[in-house]
């Protein structure tokens, strides 16, 4: 009896979800506006270390008009030249500020899609929480915990580890999630665009790499910081020995190599064996420092392949779901048009 509630259930859900794609028509001919709005550029606050980047109003009057500049390259994408279906929006806001291996002034653009739909015979607007998509600025830290996000517990009430230090624990948790797994295999699209899965970043060629490989000596240094560090000695006795017992097991040449992605099952899932998950961290001699802070450096993008794009710019069109702009702005796209608006 159960299953067949369930099942009528089911059945009830998807014909109301099918019911209500059929009732809604994306007006795919109506002529639609565009405009740029801003958020704060300066005013992120301390960083992760504490720290402030400082960035001044002139700073963030100058990165503003890059970021402009930037959507001027998009302006000109067919789907934002000559806007129909939808109003557009570019949002331009402050990014996550880092004192260590950032330089530029850290941002965000996003790009909303307020679409416009025929129900039951009235022209609706999608405006709550409408489609979107976005590239960030000047970010090398972009993927950091991937791999390494572990737990801050410098709040941790009546810990029995007598290491156990509010603030030494919060650095050591800092400086273990500045290190990541290579976040897919590297791709290079062009000089200055490498790929990364569904991953984009547009970078300065000639400038240093933007992320550096760490080593095993290095990994599991950070890695027995952080564990002996924890405010729960049972928990610091039960995986420092583990972690030791890692580590022994690699030779001294290894151990000064780079280190990689390994067994899932090991506490530190680290191999001295290549492969295309490398351990990474930014690089933050990357930035030509001769350059002003709001020059864009480092741009990232999440862009599927070609054939994915394609599949989801049809399957949402089938669907008459907003999304559909995005990926037709995405399937328009020629990234290698976005490369002049790195600053040399």
């Given at each position: 009896m159960k299953v067949i509630v369930l099942t009528m259930v089911s059945y009830l859900l998807i014909c109301s979800v099918r019911s209500e794609a059929q009732d809604k028509k994306l007006?795919?001919?109506?002529?639609?506006?565009?405009?740029?709005?801003?958020?704060?550029?300066?005013?992120?606050?301390?960083?992760?270390?504490?720290?402030s980047c400082g960035y001044t109003n002139a700073e963030a009057?100058?990165?503003?008009?890059?970021?402009?500049?930037?959507?001027?390259i998009f302006r000109k994408n067919p789907v934002l030249k000559d806007i129909k279906g939808f109003d557009g929006e570019a949002y331009l806001n402050g990014g996550r500020c880092n004192t260590k291996s950032g330089?530029?002034?850290p941002s965000s653009v996003k790009f909303y899609f307020k679409t416009w739909s025929l129900r039951k015979g009235k022209e609706v607007q999608w405006i709550n929480e409408p489609p979107e998509w976005r590239f960030e600025v000047n970010m090398t830290e972009k993927f950091c915990s991937n791999g390494f996000n572990v737990s801050d517990y410098s709040n941790s009430y009546n810990p029995t580890n007598p290491a156990f230090n509010e603030i030494a624990t919060n650095k050591s948790t800092v400086a273990l999630r500045e290190l990541f797994f290579l976040p897919g295999v590297k791709e290079e699209v062009c000089p200055g665009i490498?790929?990364?899965?569904?991953n984009l970043v547009i970078f300065n060629p000639n400038l240093p790499e933007y992320w550096n490989q760490v080593t095993i000596?290095?990994?599991?240094?950070?890695?027995m910081e952080y564990y002996k560090l924890l405010p729960d000695k049972i928990q610091v006795d039960a995986m420092i020995p583990i972690l030791k017992n890692e580590f022994a097991v690699f030779s001294e040449t290894e151990k000064d190599g780079f280190a990689y992605f390994g067994s899932p099952e090991s506490i530190s899932r680290i191999s001295s064996q290549k492969n295309e998950t490398p351990v990474m961290r930014p690089n933050p001699d990357y930035w030509d420092r001769k350059l002003p802070r709001s020059a864009i450096q480092f741009m990232w993008f999440e862009i599927p392949k070609k054939e994915e794009v394609k599949r989801k710019l049809e399957?949402?069109?089938?669907?008459?779901?907003?999304?559909y702009y995005v990926y037709q702005l995405l399937d328009e796209l020629d990234v290698k048009d976005l490369i002049p608006a790195i600053s040399h």
């Open positions: 007006l795919l001919d109506k002529p639609g506006t565009f405009k740029i709005t801003t958020g704060t550029l300066n005013g992120q606050g301390p960083d992760q270390y504490m720290k009057e100058a990165a503003k008009k890059n970021l402009v500049t930037v959507v001027g330089y530029g002034l490498d790929r990364y899965s569904d000596r290095e990994t599991f240094r950070l890695l399957g949402n069109l089938k669907a008459e779901d907003g999304y």
